[in-house]
């Protein structure tokens, strides 16, 4: 069954503002990673937060996790049309086996 | 260089027939991946391989089958092909980043079933 679930299912914003994807998750992780598709491409990785982690940054993007609550959230700040893609979380259960959610499409508008 | 090929990208055929779909890894990856993406988007894990050897697979209908005839190869060959297989196939493979992993996808390939 799908372990992760992202929300909104869809997304669209204008230029400069910041996009926020939360994703949900059932069972205990390792870690939690999130990866982007362009449209028509490969999900390439963006970010990877351990499960004694809270908090992490990477350029413009700012991961949550809260254990507590199985969820996760995706901060980009400062959007650009670039950013246009769909983002999926996926969560490592047990060694090198990664489960993802279905997805936010994000639309960021110029 | 490409890290993760597969061959082909886009694929069209008619139900009942037999297809493979190929991919090579030159990242000196041990592990790799087939998943399915439909047309929702959803991904789902099918098989893994470690080192030519099976590791995971999901419930997959037995029509598929991989093979990893060496580490740097993974192969998916589809038998009697149905309309619900049309979807697309990435191939992908596990690298360490210190002592956690993260998956290096393929461009994908699009089967399309008629």
């Known amino acids: 069954s799908q372990q992760g679930e992202e929300d909104p299912q869809a997304l669209s914003i204008q230029e400069g503002e910041n996009a926020t994807m939360n994703c949900s998750y059932k069972t205990s992780i390792n870690n939690l990673q999130w990866y982007r598709q362009n449209s028509g491409r490969g999900l390439v990785h963006l970010i990877l937060?351990?499960?004694?982690?809270r908090e992490k940054h990477s350029g413009r993007l700012r991961v949550t996790l809260d254990t507590s609550k199985k969820s996760s959230s995706l901060l980009i700040t400062a959007s650009r049309a670039a950013d246009t893609a769909s983002y999926f979380c996926?969560?490592?259960?047990?060694?090198?086996?990664?489960?993802f959610g279905a997805g936010t499409i994000l639309r960021v508008k110029s | 260089d490409t890290a993760v090929s597969q061959t082909p990208k886009y694929l069209v055929t008619q139900m009942g027939n037999d297809k493979s779909i190929k991919c090579e890894q030159n990242l000196g990856h041990d592990t790799m991946y087939w998943y399915k993406q439909d047309s929702k988007k959803f991904l789902k894990i099918m098989f893994s391989?470690?080192?030519?050897?099976?590791?995971i697979n999901e419930t997959v209908p037995n029509r598929f089958s991989p093979k990893s005839p060496d580490k740097a190869h993974l192969n998916l060959h589809i038998n009697s092909l149905e309309l619900g297989d049309s979807a697309v196939y990435f191939c992908a493979s596990w690298g360490l980043a210190g002592v956690t992993g993260e998956l290096f996808f393929g461009e994908g390939s699009r089967l399309t079933v008629l």
């Open positions: 937060i351990r499960s004694n982690e």
């Open positions: 996926a969560t490592d259960l047990y060694g090198n086996k990664l489960v």
């Open positions: 391989y470690n080192n030519k050897e099976l590791i």
